[in-house]
Each structure stands twice: as C-alpha cells, then as structure tokens.
C-alpha cells in the first residue's frame, strides 16, 4: 500500500525556519517525481515545488521567491522542504503528492502537515 | 503561466442528480494534461480523473471527464451522498507551475 507522511510542521514565529518531511512506503520512491502543495485555512490548493525522481531537476512557485527548498534522499525513501524567511502568508497544511509515472498528475497524496506562522 | 477558473464557484443539487463541472484555462492545456480531484472536509484530496477523461484507480463509472484545448468538464452522472465535497481541476503539461483550479464546491440542496 503506497503511503506519504508528513512531519515537521508546527508553530513558527515570522521569519523563521522549518523543515517537513515527507516518509513514502508502499513503492519504488526513487522512480517517482514528487511535489508539495500547500493549503491555506479555507482557501484553496496550490502547487509550491516539484522534484524529479533523481533530484536532479527542481522548479518553485514563483511567489516563493527563493525561500524554500525541496530535496530528496532516495535510500531513505524521504522528501524535503527546508522554508526559510518565514511569513504569515506561508500558513497552510503542506501535503507532499507523488506524481503518476505514466501520467504526471498527483495521483498519491498524504494527511498533511500544518504549519502556523505567528507571533 | 495557465490560469485555471472553474465555475460555477458553488453547485447545489440533490443526490441522483446529475453535476456538470467546468474548468476553462487560459491558454491550451497540451496533450490534455488535465485531472480533476475531489477533497472532503479534512482529507488530502484525491485523483478523479487524468489525462482529461481517464478514470484514476477505484474511481467510480459516475464520475466522467472530457474537453480539450482549454475548455474542460466534469460530470458526475447520479450524485451519491458521498460525492458532495469540493472539486479542483489541475493542469500539469510541461514543466511547472502546475496550477489548479479555485475550486468548485458540490453542496446538497
């Protein structure tokens, strides 16, 4: 059974920093590209990083503007997202997704993670 | 970067109803990399429909895509109690941004 879960998320005061974590099992993680997205209170889904399945190729949402980082580490079946400068606006539940391998939709999902930056 | 707007923004029907979903995109949404998910109250959402029209694993037969280019739809033939919840369309052709939809929620009336 494939499973995404997610840790790391917490309260955090602006400006600071957080690591998640994103542990997969159930599948050959080192053949999948994977991404996180991100839910604000209410609001709707949106994409913020995907990373090939080698870690070799990475893209961002542009309004991230540099201060988060995704990675990987394929012989401990983890995904990463380092988030720096942290502020208000990055409160969400942060699901990491895997993306199909014959179709590049999020077709596995974790529980998610809840991150709150305040003061 | 493709800009997703579905309507209508809310849907009130009632079950064995039939839904009709729409997401039109800004520009042409290649090869049809076009899925649909579903995400009830406190749920990571879930793959409907990819590729336009193909149904993901376990998805039942009710649940139907189609469209191309840049306008596409979602129907649900005979709603079920379980199927009110909101629907996201997402466009993932290329390379990223892989932009979703604002989201259309599917209440009982």
Redesign the interface.
Known sequence: EVQLVESGGGLVQPGGSLRLSCAASGFTFSSYEM?W?RQAPGK????VS?ISSSGSTI?Y??SLKGRFTISRDNAKNSLFLHMNSLRAEDTAVY?CAR??VF??????????TLVTVSS | ?IVLTQSPGTLSLSPGERATLSCRASQSVSSS?L?W?Q?KPG?????LI??AS?R??GIPDRFSGSGSGTDFTLTISRLEPEDFAVY?C?Q?AG?????????TKLEIK
């Open positions: 991404n997205v709707g889904l949106e994409w995907y893209y949402a542009d699901y993306a199909g179709s590049s939709s999020f077709d596995y999902w974790g529980q998610g | 970067e990399y899925a998910y995400q749920q990571a959402p879930r793959l990819y590729g193909s993901a694993t996201y997402q993932y390379s990223p941004p892989y932009t979703f939809g604002q989201g």
